[in-house]
């Protein structure tokens, strides 16, 4: 009932064939025309009089996009005079003079805000954060107040000190933790002196806009004369741009990545189209480069160095998805966790080992307390528990956080409060809200390939696979290994929306009804066959007698 086709694990484009067979006929849409937001502001930010004088534009931090941005605001009617900086100081900006021992001034350099004088200056706000001295000056400048050249001689004293007012309009480009702090240096930022806009690194993907991002990509081709793509390759492109923005319905537009990926795969190409084959041997390339870690983790779980177990069943113990993310290294992946959870008479109180040991963060520690309501609702308690648990992420040693494991955490209680195994061929993820509703999580492709890797080289049985959340299907883009494997009935994808959804499929019991064998039901049955035989007396009794 919830198992998806390998059609739901890839995304499937073939309404634009048509579009795709055009590619070469299409005129080019540059990066301003790609950019709407960016075009408009532009346009209002070159009409604009008065003290509104700088342009606040959230990019990434990088020359190649602020030289994009130059070559847009050229395009601006009436635009002359842009300055694009890669450094700045207080001289720099200002410019400089030297005097004689008379006081006469017998050197001048100009500045950027003199070469810039009637035009426009684009400036990195890292410069800015880096040099804050320089911030004010080209505020006081900005806001059209006279300004002063910096004495390269403080020794000598000029006779009159030069100043001067100055016609200029800033473009401050950063990302968005740069502009947060430069807004911490200048809490006055967006109070009349600056708009505000930002460059978009993705497009919702539709019937409506595909001609455009084609378009767009004819004219990054064209610009950095690179081989055309073959309808093919416009396909693979189209599942690469779906899995690096996590969306099926997103393309990405960073030049930078279609740049990079386009200039790789033109080393395997006949110099004047690119094919399939030559996208996937780039995209396989990269993964080489970058894969160490992730092989080296899957090395270690096939040594039994780290348990996974992928056969078999279990009480109290699942498999969870995580990403793992290493400073200083490009590429998540994905690697199962062995979540288990064990049960001992107590208060009811369900201890989060991560937690106590402080390796769990505040996500982790909100997903915990979130299964814990929704547990106690589905048992409809009137006190707590006469049991606690103790749930724990095996063989982890650095923090974890998210909530992406609540579906897990809480089919590790369920099973080890009922007794019933779990059946550990299958993995989960998926966050849970307090009325039992699975909810999307992140990392999908990477914790879908590090799972089925771990299986495949342990033995693929034909009955082994994923659950995950269902509004997370338009996020999958796996690779085509992964692909195949479900189309060949290797591997399996079950999408749930409930966890009542989830419970029968990974503990072959339903969570809850008049089933006699319901998880829920047999919950009940402990709880009270605890009262009975170990407690005659009563539970509400034994708390009282504990103060006598």
């Known amino acids: 009932m919830n198992q998806e086709s390998w059609c739901s694990v890839t995304p499937q484009y073939s309404q634009f064939d048509g579009l795709l067979q055009q590619f070469n006929s299409l005129k080019p849409v540059d990066f301003l025309e790609i950019q709407p937001r960016l075009k408009q502001s532009l346009a209002t930010f070159t009409q604009l009089k008065g003290f509104t004088r700088a342009l606040i534009i959230n990019s990434i931090d990088n020359a190649f996009y602020r030289d994009l941005i130059k070559q847009a605001l050229e395009q601006q009617e009436s635009v002359r005079n842009v300055h694009l900086t890669e450094s700045l100081t207080a001289e720099s900006l200002l410019g400089s003079y030297l005097c004689n021992e008379q006081g006469d001034i017998v050197t001048r350099n100009d500045g950027l805000l003199h070469k810039a004088n009637g035009g426009y200056l684009i400036i990195p706000v890292n410069l800015v954060l880096a040099n804050p001295v320089s911030w004010q000056a080209l505020k006081t400048a900005l806001l059209g107040q006279a300004c002063s050249p ?118 395997t190409s006949n110099g004047k189209q690119l094919e399939a084959k030559d996208i996937d041997t780039a995209l396989n390339n990269k993964y080489h480069r970058e894969s160490y ?51 001992h008479f107590g208060d009811g109180d369900i201890s989060d080992v991560e937690r106590k040991a402080e390796l769990g963060g505040n996500l982790h520690a909100k ?20 049991y606690s648990a103790s749930v724990v992420f095996e063989q982890s040693y650095s923090e974890v956080d998210g909530d992406s494991a609540t579906l897990a955490e809480l089919c590790s209680f ?60 338009k996020h999958l883009a796996l690779n085509q290994d992964v692909v195949d494997s479900i189309k060949n009935g290797q591997f399996h994808i079950w999408s749930v929306s409930t966890v009542d959804e989830a419970i029968p499929l990974i503990m072959g019991k339903p969570f809850r009804g008049d089933d006699e064998e319901s998880v829920i039901r047999k919950i009940a049955e402990r709880i009270e066959n605890f009262e009975k035989h170990e407690h005659p007396q009563g539970f509400v009794e034994r708390i009282k007698n504990w103060f006598l």
């Open 150 to 267: 910096v004495n390269v001689n403080p020794r000598r004293i000029p006779k009159e000190t030069p100043s001067q007012t100055f016609d200029v309009k800033a473009i401050i480009v950063g990302d968005r933790h740069q502009i947060s702090d430069l807004e911490y240096l200048d809490s006055e930022l967006y109070n009349g002196l600056s708009l505000y806009t930002e460059i978009e690194n993705e497009l919702a993907f539709n019937e409506e806009s595909a001609e455009r991002l084609f378009s767009y990509l004819s004219w990054i081709i064209q610009q950095n004369q690179l081989p055309t793509l073959s309808f093919n390759a416009l396909h693979r492109l189209l599942i690469a741009g779906a899995r690096y923005t996590e969306d099926q319905e997103y393309m990405p537009i960073e030049t930078l990545w279609y740049l990079a990926l386009f200039q790789e795969a033109a080393l």
């Open 367 to 386: 997903g915990m307390m979130i299964m814990q309501a929704f547990v106690s609702s589905a048992l409809q308690l009137d006190e707590p528990l006469p």
């Open 293 to 343: 870690l992730p092989e080296r983790a899957l090395a270690d779980i096939t040594a039994g160095q780290v348990i996974i177990e992928t056969q078999g069943e279990s009480v109290g113990q699942v498999n969870g998805l995580t990403v793992i993310d290493v400073p200083g290294h490009p590429m998540s992946y994905g690697e199962p966790a062995r979540i288990s959870c064990v049960i």
């Open 414 to 473: 369920v099973s080890a409060l009922s007794e019933y195994p779990i059946d550990q061929q299958i993995a989960v993820t998926g966050a849970v809200d307090q009325f039992g509703r699975v909810q999307a999580v992140g990392g999908l492709n990477e914790k879908i390939e590090g799972f089925y890797h771990v299986c495949k080289h342990q033995g693929l049985t034909g009955e082994q696979g994923v659950i995950l959340p269902k509004t997370n299907l």
